[in-house]
């Protein structure tokens, strides 16, 4: 790191040059991104999946993006006419587009599937062409819903909620830095970084955009992480660099100082945050896939700024950082000095005298906390908790009230015949009506929504696409009583898959595949969590190789996965208490008796790299302090008084952009919100500031345990001997 950073010094001014180039590239990639984005869903290889596929491709029908047209009011024949005509000319504005049969759901309340060839996002951008095809139904209330039209419609809400996140962290971030840096000159440098990470990652993002496909909200996601680490980073730095000042005349040697401990740790940390959202690279599921190359980007942009444009930034800037004060110099002075015994301080030596009291406090409060994501409930997604404020959104509210959200999102079992006019074959005829009955008995099955092309003449199958041109492949459509994501649906799937379809009896040679949202939902829960133990065991097991290099110890790396464990348990039961037992409901939380299928995993891979930030800071000054003295106490004591306002600092911007969502209207993004807020507030306090001091004064001398094979396999330089004294009483 000494040679590293005399070489950016020397080039400092090409350096700056360099990062200067990239973010004007990077802004101009960022402003095209847009139209490169996608909110595409899809389980590669899963029976849903390739029933659909079957769809598309034999009848120009995809269920993801399917309209629903309902109407209310809907009294005599007369009304039913106009309603089915009303959907004709709305599948007429879509090539291929197919309007089924008029669906009576009681109450006066009738609805029509249209089916369109169109991928969901695609199709939700002809929502506004159906519904001026639509019109005005006389005598009739009309909604067009369906997953497209409630996409469309909720895509701007969406959008605002996630801005909101954003627009509460840079003022709060702007403040906070404020009083933690205390002069302009401080303040410019984590501006500076994340002015030019931010938009160099998005412009890494749009060069993947050409060759996968990227979700949506991966630029949310690379602005709250860019954030989070430019404060974090150039925190760490700008202070440890003070306090070389200090001491230190020449502003040169400070730096390098600064880069070989604060510098070498950041380094460290972007290492550790990559390996934790690589976690998401590696899930089979594109659209985790996509979240985690945007936010994998993020600190290996990171780490390249913390080693170049950071050190070449404070080159330049030099003694000019403690510049134009905001607060009184006494405040920075005590800062910025080394011995210093202050709030942590005092902490630290308080939970020095009675760590066992501490640590069976503050384990038994997060263990508690853990125990309820043993009930943990998962949902493959649906529109439960939709703001109803729109056309669609109040359609599904209509037809909620009458057969059950269920009937947007029907069953589809699609059976392939493999030969033309194989739909119409008696075994094929006598398998379908033999599935029919079955359905029919089962209580979350809604009787009248069941529609198979044995129950219809053959003219009216086609036309309703039961049927493709060639009589190949045909569909049976059902819907149940609750929405796709409800237990009950998803017990529904595999009671279709696992009883209903085996003793229906289709012929051999006949492929028969469950499709539609319900099934989808199943699939993508299947996938994701088979995978998922799996990488969480991949990200630890590396995560605890790149600590053991950084700490030069055997016992820190495994209590520091340990912990981030704690704490990422911790949060699973927070989630649970706050949604499905519905604790948060006091707090404008909705209850939800599941949490979305994505909200775990999303949580883990950036918890863990984010929380794993803290500890790397800490521990690698308490370390540093350890080799100076080899005094465990004082180590403690130190690291923690030098670190934890930064920490502090830096959750309470975190904290604040997270509970942003908090307030949002989505169900999902509000556990997705509070998920992120309580794991940063319980690591930042109650791991890093009580059960981790508690921990290593408990642990001793083994906080350092590191066998001399180690020691030489990782080629790490021998420590530097400890005092016979201190040697002594260690022993």
């Known amino acids: 790191m000494a040679r590293w950073t005399d070489f950016v010094i020397a080039h400092r001014g090409r350096i700056l040059a360099v990062w200067l180039v990239l973010f004007l590239l990077g802004g101009v990639a960022a402003s095209n991104l847009g139209g490169l984005l996608s909110n595409r869903f899809s389980v590669p290889g899963a029976e849903s999946e390739r029933g659909l596929e079957l769809l598309k491709d034999r009848m120009g029908d995809r269920s993801d993006g399917a309209f629903t047209l309902v109407a209310t009011g809907v009294d005599g024949a007369g009304d039913r006419a106009a309603v089915q ?72 809400i969406f959008s605002e909620d996630l801005a909101r996140g954003e627009s509460i962290a840079v003022p709060i971030a702007l403040l906070v830095m404020a009083f933690m840096f205390g002069t302009v000159g401080g303040i410019v440098v984590p501006i500076v970084f994340a002015t030019m990470t931010i938009p160099v990652t998005l412009g890494f993002v749009w060069i993947f955009a050409h060759l996968m496909d990227m979700a949506i909200y991966v630029t949310n996601i690379v602005a709250l992480i860019g954030l989070a680490i430019a404060v974090d980073y150039s925190m760490l730095v700008v202070f440890r660099y003070r306090e070389e000042l200090a001491h230190n005349d020449d502003a040169r040697d400070a730096l390098r100082v600064t880069m070989g401990t604060a510098g070498r740790a950041t380094l460290f940390s972007g290492g550790v945050v990559a390996v934790g959202l690589a976690l998401l690279v590696f899930m089979p599921l594109p659209f985790m896939r996509s979240m985690g190359v945007g936010g994998l980007l993020v600190p290996l942009v990171s780490i390249t700024a913390s080693a170049t444009l950071l050190p070449a930034l404070l080159a330049v800037m030099g003694r000019g950082v403690n510049r134009w004060r905001i607060i009184p110099r006494r405040v920075l002075e005590r800062r910025a000095a080394k011995d210093v015994t202050g709030l942590w301080h005092g902490l630290a030596t308080s939970i020095m005298r009675r760590p066992i009291l501490w640590f069976v406090a503050a384990g038994g409060l997060m263990l508690a906390l853990a125990v309820p994501a043993l009930g943990l409930s998962l949902t493959g997604g649906d529109n439960r908790g939709v703001p109803l404020t729109t056309e669609s959104t109040r359609g599904l509210h209509v037809l909620e009230t009458t057969l059950g959200p269920g009937a947007l999102a029907p069953h589809q079992l699609v059976v392939d015949t493999h030969r033309a006019g194989g739909a119409s074959d008696p075994a094929i005829v006598a398998a379908q009506r033999r599935f029919v009955a079955e359905l029919r008995h089962d209580p979350e099955v809604v009787a009248q929504t069941i529609v198979a092309p044995a129950l219809v003449p053959r003219d009216r199958a086609r036309q309703a696409n039961l049927v493709d041109a060639e009589g190949r492949v045909l569909q049976i459509r059902a819907a149940g009583h609750a929405d796709s994501g409800q237990e009950s ?27 539609g949202a319900p099934a989808f939902g199943v699939d993508f829960l299947h996938r994701a969590y088979s995978a998922f133990p799996w990488l969480v065991v991949a990200v630890l097991v590396v995560s605890y190789f790149l600590l053991l290099r950084a700490f030069r110890s055997v016992v820190l790396p495994a209590k ?3 912990m981030n464990l704690l704490s990422v348990s911790a949060t699973y039961g927070v989630l649970v208490l706050a949604f499905q037992h519905g604790w948060g409901e006091p707090f404008g939380l909705q209850q939800s008796p599941q949490v979305d299928g994505w909200i775990p995993i999303f949580l883990f891979a950036m918890l863990f790299g984010l929380s794993m930030d ?17 005094d465990n106490e004082h180590a403690i004591a130190y690291g923690l008084e030098h670190t934890g306002r930064i920490i502090t600092a830096a959750a309470i911007i975190m904290i604040a952009a997270f509970a942003g969502f908090l307030a949002g209207s989505f169900v999902g993004l509000q556990e997705f919100g509070l998920g992120l807020a309580a794991a940063i507030l319980l690591d930042a306090t109650i791991v890093r500031a009580i059960l981790v001091p508690a921990t290593m004064k408990l642990l001793g001398a083994w906080n350092w345990y590191l066998p001399e094979r180690v020691r030489r396999a990782l080629r790490l330089r021998p420590g530097a001997p400890a005092p016979a004294t201190a040697q002594a009483e260690q022993t």
């Open 614 to 630: 803290y500890e790397v800071f800490l521990l690698s000054r308490i370390r540093e302090e350890w080799e100076l003295r080899h």
């Open 560 to 562: 520091a996965v340990v």
């Open 85 to 156: 005509a009303a959907a004709g000319r709305a599948a007429g504005a879509v090539a291929r587009g197919k309007a089924g049969p008029l669906l009576d759901a009681g109450r006066g309340v009738a609805y029509v599937q249209i089916s369109t060839p169109l991928e969901n996002q695609d199709a939700s951008k002809v929502t506004p062409r159906l519904r001026g095809a639509i019109g005005r139904v006389d005598g009739v209330k009309t909604y067009l819903s369906g997953y497209p039209a409630i996409n469309h419609d909720t895509e701007d």
């Open 489 to 515: 649906s998803m017990d529904l799937v595999h009671r279709i898959r696992d009883r209903y379809v085996p003793a229906a009896r289709f012929p051999r040679g006949a492929d028969v595949l469950l499709s």
